[in-house]
């Protein structure tokens, strides 16, 4: 008697979840095929000929270049999603400030969110195939999740007609916006790219040119001065650099010390790390950062640092040198921020060098920076490609740099308004062709979760180089395989 | 029908007899049985539970089963029970089990010592004891995102104040969160600031329950205070006690927001508890399958211990 009803309640319960269950799953089907597929590439084709309607080509193009959308039609607000730092705000108030003239309709909204959510932010928005921005600003490294995902339009038909990649260093247009990257790390005209350059950016030598005179020009002579610097000056540390658990910040120091020494991180061609990365030669270069360098810096110091502390530990005077990004280096020039260095800005920079980072067996940087990709959600498409159209233009990317941003164009970049804007953009053009980057695959964060832990283990004093790179290697072989296995 | 009779029962007489007009009641749908409204009224609730609630957990437990990635494009292949194979032989997750077990143990430990203390301090205090209360239970209302963000400033190495403090009475600097165990240490320190208070006011609800007649009692046969500590307010507290550390428990287990805020899992991976890397194979790696094969371990290994946990809570009240 009992069981009767009983299984009958269950069965209704049942019956209304697979009810609910079928219907989430036929719309979770629906949204993903639109973007992924389909509607990507249809868009595609509907941009590019809008494209040709509503802008002018970038050659013929000035920064008021006049679009069709310009002056008529509904108000437009473009999202722009990016991770909460200075560069963040300077592209939010120079676009609002330029664009408006070209196209008053439209403004740019910047949802900065704090670096460690900055990843979460894009994909659990991406997962849900519905985003509240128009404009990701991908990490370099992402641009493969987010193609395999099809969460971003495919922009090379566009690009095609509105810019021209002979302007740029081939090295930034591929880091920025190709996938796959080709072998070389140069841009791949038979490539497809899905993001264009929002922003360059790289390692960069910040010195006391007080204390260290001329900046150092090879990586022993760096650790020489330093130690020579921390010696003479009581209370103050010879180095200060990345290093901390978040994101890729230690393993990007890692990374600089293996490649100026002529290491690699991995063979790209037979997905092989081990023996690679924990090569000698390898080790030897990182037991230089852990035996060498790491007692240069305030104790306690790497383990927890990122662009913040380095240019805290530079503008208060504790740090004779520092690594440091080069967009990140916004504000330090100023009296608010290294006041205990000076009181104006002419004082500070008596003080304040900026070199590009030491060579030693190859002259490789380390490259920072991301390109603007489009949401293949977006409803405002063809806004968001006039306004790449805009920003992709030589007389545009030259304002960006006077502007204080960093550009990703040759011209702009040789322009005397970007190399007399900001004190340290010297020091970057001298690096652009040095820049390389590591993995861009769908992998990039199991491998770098591997890499970064590792990497702040060592640099937080708790493991030895030798120990560091031999658990890389085993664990991200494993990740390898699995790739090279087709299980991933 | 009985209230009906009763009320017109009660009415004045009258010679014409009664003329008393019930209330008029609400029309109802012969189909609309009492079972059925109780059924309707508890069906906003039922709805919510089972939307919110039961169909993730399923929904948790078919995608367990799956290759499936929330960001990936991929076609789905079932794997069956290859992602729990994973998880369960995988080294990193036995390694933050430990540390998990470590920070509970320690955390928990830690809090019910205070918290009891405290409590005990607080129960035998008259005066200002509500005001004394309500300061205390203060850590416990902020939000831990806050409490991680302010504690990792204070534990600085280079800016802290706790640093500065130290090095001006002598002790010098402390790596709070660039030593494996120092971090780990610093870790159950945050948390025991936030979370004593609640170990406390369930103890001192406990302890101000105890009848005075026992404590007279035990004075009028001279008893010691360890003895009436001991063998009187011991045993009547410690089965509320026992409620609070099991849900401290099974809060700290699934601790994340502090370790997010404060180290970041470091130094290294050394303070990777459970959730935060369930966090990262979810939302970095974006392997949603072995993420959902993760979560429902967990869930099965809090179910468990609870269970063994409330037998040996019943066992203690049965006493």
Redesign the interface.
């Known amino acids: 008697m009992r069981r009767t009803p009983t299984l009958r309640r269950w069965g209704v319960?049942l019956t209304?979840?697979l009810v609910?269950?079928a219907g989430?799953s036929s719309g979770d089907d629906d949204a993903?095929g639109d973007p992924?597929s389909g509607d990507a590439t249809g868009t595609e084709a509907e941009t590019t000929a809008g494209t040709d309607d509503a802008t002018e080509p970038a050659d013929e193009g000035t920064g008021e270049t006049e679009t069709a959308a310009a002056g008529d039609g509904e108000p437009v607000e473009l999202s722009v999603v990016w991770f909460e730092w200075a560069p963040a705000q300077l592209l939010e108030d120079f676009a609002n400030q330029e664009y408006s003239k070209v196209n008053p309709n439209v403004t740019i909204s910047m949802d900065a969110v704090p670096n460690?959510q900055w990843?979460?932010a894009i994909?659990?928005q991406?997962?849900a195939r519905q985003t509240d921005f128009d404009i990701a600003i991908l990490d370099s490294q992402w641009i493969g999740?987010a193609v395999?995902?099809?969460?971003v339009l495919d922009l090379t038909e566009f690009a095609a007609e509105s810019i021209n990649p002979d302007d740029y260093p081939q090295n930034l247009l591929s880091a920025y916006g190709q996938y796959p990257r080709a072998e070389d790390g140069l841009y791949d005209p038979a490539g497809n790219l899905y993001g264009l350059p929002a922003l360059a950016d790289s390692y960069v030598l910040v010195y006391r040119k007080d204390l260290i005179g001329e900046p150092p020009a090879t990586w022993d002579e760096m650790i020489d001065k330093a130690a020579a610097c921390q010696e003479e000056n009581e209370g103050m540390y010879g180095l200060a650099f990345h290093g901390?658990?978040?994101s890729d910040e230690a393993a990007v120091m890692l990374n600089t010390q293996l490649w100026t020494h002529g290491g690699e991180i991995w063979d790209p061609q037979e997905l092989q790390v081990e023996g690679i990365l924990n090569s000698p030669e390898n080790i030897e270069a990182a037991t230089q950062l852990t035996d060498e360098m790491l007692p240069l810096t305030?104790?306690?110091?790497?383990?927890?640092a990122f662009i913040s502390?380095v240019n805290?530990?530079m503008a208060q005077g504790?740090t004779c040198m520092g690594f440091n990004w080069v967009a990140g280096l916004e504000g330090l020039q100023t009296p608010e921020v290294s006041g205990a260095l000076g009181e104006t800005e002419e004082e500070i920079l008596e003080k304040l060098g900026f070199a590009r980072v030491p060579t030693d067996e190859t002259e490789i940087v380390s490259l920072g920076g991301m390109g603007m990709s489009v949401s293949a959600y977006t409803e405002n498409e063809q806004e968001v490609l006039d306004f790449l159209a805009w920003f992709q233009q030589p007389e545009v990317q030259v304002a960006w740099g006077a502007f204080g941003g960093v550009p990703a164009q040759t011209a702009a970049l040789e322009s005397d308004e970007f190399l007399s804007a900001r004190p340290w953009n010297p020091a970057f053009v001298e690096s652009v062709e040095d820049l390389k980057d590591f993995w861009n695959m769908?992998e990039y964060?199991?491998l770098l979760?591997i890499h970064n832990?590792?990497a702040?283990?060592m640099l937080?004093?708790?493991?030895s180089a030798e120990d560091t790179l031999n658990n890389i290697a085993s664990q991200q072989q494993e990740v390898m395989d699995e790739i090279r296995e087709g299980g991933l | 029908m009985a209230q009906t009779t009763s009320v017109a029962t009660s009415a004045e007489p009258s010679d014409e007899g009664p003329d008393f007009e019930p209330p008029p009641v609400a029309r109802r749908s012969g189909r609309l049985t009492d079972r059925w409204i109780a059924r309707l009224s508890v069906a906003p609730a039922m709805l919510f539970l089972v939307g919110l609630f039961l169909f993730p957990l399923l929904w948790a437990v078919v995608l367990s089963f799956s290759t499936y990635s929330a960001t990936r494009n991929q076609p789905i292949e079932w794997v069956w029970f290859g992602n729990y194979v994973d998880v369960l032989t995988s080294d990193q997750v036995w390694e933050r089990a430990i540390t998990t077990l470590i920070f509970v143990v320690a955390a928990v430990g830690l809090q019910t010592l205070v918290g009891f203390g405290i409590a005990w301090l607080l129960s035998r205090q008259q005066r200002g004891r509500g005001a004394l209360t309500v300061l205390l239970l203060l850590p416990m209302m902020l939000s831990p995102v806050v409490v991680g963000a302010f504690w990792k400033l204070m534990l600085d190495s280079q800016f802290g104040v706790v640093n500065r403090f130290l090095e001006a009475v002598g002790v010098g600097q402390v790596l709070w969160l660039t030593q494996p165990r120092l971090a780990l240490f610093s870790l159950v320190v945050v948390d025991s600031w936030q979370w004593t208070p609640f170990i406390m006011v369930i103890a001192l609800a406990g302890l101000t329950a105890v009848p005075d007649y026992l404590f007279e009692a035990a004075e009028i046969d001279r008893a010691s205070e360890w003895f009436k500590f001991r063998h009187i307010t011991l045993p009547l507290v410690w089965p509320l006690l026992l409620i609070a550390i099991m849900f401290r428990a099974i809060d700290a287990f699934r601790l994340f927001d502090i370790v997010y805020v404060v180290t970041g899992g470091g130094p290294g991976s050394s303070t990777e508890t459970l959730s935060y890397h369930l966090y990262k194979i979810a939302f970095q790696n974006s392997d949603t399958a072995v993420a959902s094969a993760y979560g429902i371990l967990m869930v099965i290994v809090v179910t468990i211990a609870t269970q063994f946990y409330v037998k040996y809570l019943t066992r203690v009240q049965a006493k």
């Open positions: 319960v209304a979840m609910v269950l989430c993903s992924t460690p990843h979460d994909f659990t991406f997962a999740e395999e995902g099809g969460h901390s658990g978040g305030p104790p306690g110091f790497v383990g927890t502390e805290a530990a504790q769908p964060f199991r979760d832990s590792e702040n283990a937080s004093g708790t493991q």
